[in-house]
């Protein structure tokens, strides 16, 4: 069994510390425990590091050959997909930012920016005064239906056409555990 010394300390930055009276004071940052997690293994940053730098070059990448190839953009992408997986294609505001796990502002501001292209328009609840649903327009299913060919190809060539079967499976097994984690986190 290997042990996980903290050896692998990254000194405090600038914006950890601050200069008073010729003397270092550290700040509170508010997000800091009193007691010092174990710090990540060599191994453990390397796939820490992977991870990250994989999901923001995979969704720059999506999201850049959307829009370029369909005129979406990935927000965009997103919403409408939300909404054709639903039987009658809309979603409650409320339900359609957990769904796609957006704050309720930021899913604000991108559904006016919808409505305005005609990709989906806002329906108020007759039950629900205070609610109102998002539905998927004929202009935004033809959005969707002309880019989704598009992008199941262009997420095969990037993303399943580079692993085999077992692969496939591991990426399967592992991106499941983290979701549980998260999951259960938020709960």
């Known amino acids: 069994m290997t042990s996980r010394r903290n050896t692998h300390r990254v000194a405090p930055g600038p914006e950890d510390r601050r200069v008073h009276d010729a ?18 293994t060599p191994d453990e940053q390397r796939a ?16 850049r050959d959307l829009q370029t190839h369909c005129k979406l953009s990935g927000a965009d992408f997103q919403i409408l ?3 054709t997986d639903t039987p009658d294609n809309r979603l409650r505001f409320q339900d359609l930012a957990k769904t796609i796990d957006w704050e309720q502002s930021r899913l604000s501001h991108q ?15 007759a039950d ?6 998002v539905r998927i327009t004929p202009a935004g299913s033809e959005a969707i239906q002309a880019a989704a060919p598009h992008h199941v190809s262009t997420v095969r ?7 085999d079967p077992d692969d496939l499976a591991t990426l399967a097994r592992i991106s499941n555990l983290i979701l549980d984690q998260l999951d259960s986190a938020q709960a």
């Open 128 to 133: 629900d005064g205070r609610a109102a649903f």
């Open 48 to 63: 820490w590091r992977s991870l990250i730098r994989l999901h923001q070059k995979l969704g720059a990448t999506m999201s």
């Open 81 to 83: 997909v939300a909404l």
């Open 111 to 125: 559904v006016a920016r919808m409505i305005k292209r005609g990709l989906v328009a806002r329906e108020e609840c």
């Open 23 to 40: 003397s270092i004071v550290p700040i509170d940052l508010g997000c800091m425990s009193e007691q010092t997690p174990p710090w990540l």
């Open 157 to 163: 060539r990037l993303v399943i056409d580079a692993l």
